[in-house]
């Protein structure tokens, strides 16, 4: 453990004396060995500083892995909406607990129909996060992981986990901004993710045809379609169970 400091007490007069810009003094303290003042030059102590950051930031492992955007997640169905690329960075954002389980499909238009209703029966009694899928009339991919399923509530649910993306031509996901808790809610009339300022990160209509991206605070996003309002043309939602 060490501390610098700018000055230094002179053993003469025992006034505070300026050390020069290039120098810094520092102050070791250990449990087994006496302590001691050691005076370095600035740069030598920048050279310290930059191998203690480099050594703890290998052994913190991140809850996010860039190296996982090389890991091609398994898919139980085929998606209409999602490339080999899109299915790689979407991977890379999910949290650690998703990673290394298949993707199984929970519902889709093409498969399901439009309807609100239909997507929260389809995960009734599920417990595993879920990742939302759009594609606008506009040929735009973006959407929502939420990690918690959706369903009827009268208050916000769900954890900082939760994040929007967008992409088409470029990736960009969305994470928690910390600013409230306005994760996910749902009524039989629409589903909204995000919001408090006015507008919602992404909202659905009952029959998941209409929608809407509005910058919000919960996660500082801009409007992930192509305009704010937006037509649905295709819609999947994947969960991932370990």
């Given at each position: 453990?060490?501390?610098?400091?700018v000055s230094l007490l002179t053993e003469k007069s025992g006034a505070m004396k300026l050390l020069p810009k290039n120098i810094k003094v520092l102050y070791f303290a250990r449990d087994c060995v006496e302590p001691y003042v050691q005076i370095v030059k600035v740069q030598e102590a920048k050279r310290r500083l930059s191998l203690c950051s480099s050594d703890d930031s290998e052994a913190e492992e991140p809850e996010y892995q860039e190296e996982d955007e090389?890991?091609?997640?398994?898919?139980g169905d085929h998606s209409q909406l999602l490339d080999d690329h899109q299915l790689k960075r979407l991977a890379a954002q999910m949290p650690a607990r998703t990673q290394g389980y298949p993707w199984q499909l929970v519902y889709s238009?093409?498969?399901?129909g439009s309807s609100l209703k239909t997507l929260y029966r389809n995960m009734a009694g599920l417990d595993s996060p879920v990742l939302l899928v759009i594609k606008d009339m506009q040929?735009?991919?973006?959407g929502a992981f939420s990690s918690d399923p959706f369903k009827v509530s009268k208050y916000s649910y769900g954890t900082g986990e939760t994040f929007l993306f967008s992409s088409n031509p470029e990736f960009q996901a969305y994470r928690w901004s910390g600013e409230n808790s306005y994760f996910v809610s749902g009524n039989l009339e629409s589903l909204q993710i995000g919001g408090g300022g006015g507008g919602f990160g992404l909202w659905l209509d009952a029959d998941l045809y209409h929608g809407s991206s509005f910058s919000c605070p919960t996660f500082h996003n801009v409007s992930l379609s192509s305009q704010e309002d937006f037509i649905v043309q295709d819609l999947e939602v994947w969960t991932v169970q370990n």
């Open positions: 453990m060490w501390y610098c400091g090389d890991i091609l997640p398994v898919l238009t093409a498969i399901h040929q735009k991919v973006f």
